[in-house]
T-cell receptor
Framework: RKEVEQDPGPFNVPEGATVAFNCTYS??????FFWYRQDCRKEPKLLMS???SGNEDGRFTAQLNRASQYISLLIRDSKLSDSATYLC???????????FGGGTRLMVKP | ETGVTQSPTHLIKTRGQQVTLRCSSQ?????VSWYQQALGQGPQFIFQ???????GRGNFPPRFSGLQFPNYSSELNVNALELDDSALYLC???????????????FGPGTRLTVL
C-alpha cells in the first residue's frame, strides 16, 4: 500500500464547475500536510498547507481529517488555468522528507 | 521563480554511465533535498542535506549519492545508470533554523534524465 494515495483521474470538468480531490495517508504520526500543483513538465509548486481546522484561499478550500487520515481539496468556479496535476503531500515530522501522492490530473474545458 | 536553479535541464546517458546533476539553493536556504519523479508518478524522496551532511535518505540504493557545499549548493551523483533511472530529478531547498522549524520547501525546475 502506498503511503499517500490519490485518485489519478483525469477529472474532466467544464469551466465554472466545483471539483473535489481526496487523498489518504497511512502514517498516523504525520504532522504536516500540503497540496502542491504541478503543471506539465514543470516543478511542483505549493498551493496551500492543510490544517485540521480547514483553510481557504480564494476558490480553494483544504480540509484535514486526522482520525480518518484523509485530506481533501475543493476547487470552486474552476478556471481553464486550474488545469494541472494536484499532488497531495505529507510530512511525517518537521525536517523530514515530503511524501507525495501520485497526483490527480485536472482538465478544465471551455 | 523560486530562486532554486538546476543544471543541466536535459541529459541523455547510456546504461552503465555515471551522471552528476547540480542544484543552487535559494539564497539563505541551508537544507536541500533531492527527489526523483518518474513519468506519471509523484516525486520520490532520495535524500536531504543540512550543513553539508546527509540527514535523511529514502529508499534508494547507494549508487545514488550526494554532496552539499559550504555555499549550500548541491550535487546528485548516480553511478551505473539503469534504464529505470530515466526521470525528472528535482532539487528543493528550505531553511532549517536552530529551533528545528522549517519554512516552505521550494523546488527547482528539474533535470530531465534519459537513460538509453
Amino acid at each position: 500500500r502506498k503511503e499517500v494515495e490519490q485518485d489519478p483521474g483525469p477529472f474532466n470538468v467544464p469551466e465554472g464547475a466545483t471539483v473535489a480531490f481526496n487523498c489518504t495517508y497511512s502514517n498516523s504520526a504525520s504532522q504536516s500536510f500540503f497540496w502542491y500543483r504541478q503543471d506539465c513538465r514543470k516543478e511542483p509548486k505549493l498551493l496551500m498547507s492543510v490544517y485540521s481546522s480547514g483553510n481557504e484561499d480564494g476558490r480553494f478550500t483544504a480540509q484535514l481529517n486526522r482520525a480518518s487520515q484523509y485530506i481533501s481539496l475543493l476547487i470552486r468556479d474552476s478556471k481553464l488555468s486550474d488545469s494541472a496535476t494536484y499532488l497531495c503531500v505529507v510530512e511525517a515530522r518537521a525536517g523530514n522528507m515530503l511524501t507525495f501522492g501520485g497526483g490527480t490530473r485536472l482538465m478544465v474545458k471551455p | 521563480e523560486t530562486g532554486v536553479t538546476q543544471s543541466p535541464t536535459h541529459l541523455i546517458k547510456t546504461r552503465g554511465q555515471q551522471v552528476t546533476l547540480r542544484c543552487s539553493s535559494q539564497s539563505g536556504h541551508n537544507t536541500v533535498s533531492w527527489y526523483q519523479q518518474a513519468l506519471g508518478q509523484g516525486p520520490q524522496f532520495i535524500f536531504q542535506y543540512y550543513r553539508e551532511e546527509e540527514n535523511g535518505r529514502g529508499n534508494f540504493p547507494p549508487r545514488f549519492s550526494g554532496l552539499q557545499f559550504p555555499n549550500y549548493s548541491s550535487e546528485l551523483n548516480v553511478n551505473a545508470l539503469e534504464l529505470d533511472d530515466s526521470a525528472l530529478y528535482l532539487c528543493a531547498s528550505r531553511t532549517l533554523d536552530s529551533g528545528g522549524a522549517l519554512d516552505t520547501q521550494y523546488f527547482g525546475p528539474g533535470t530531465r534524465l534519459t537513460v538509453l
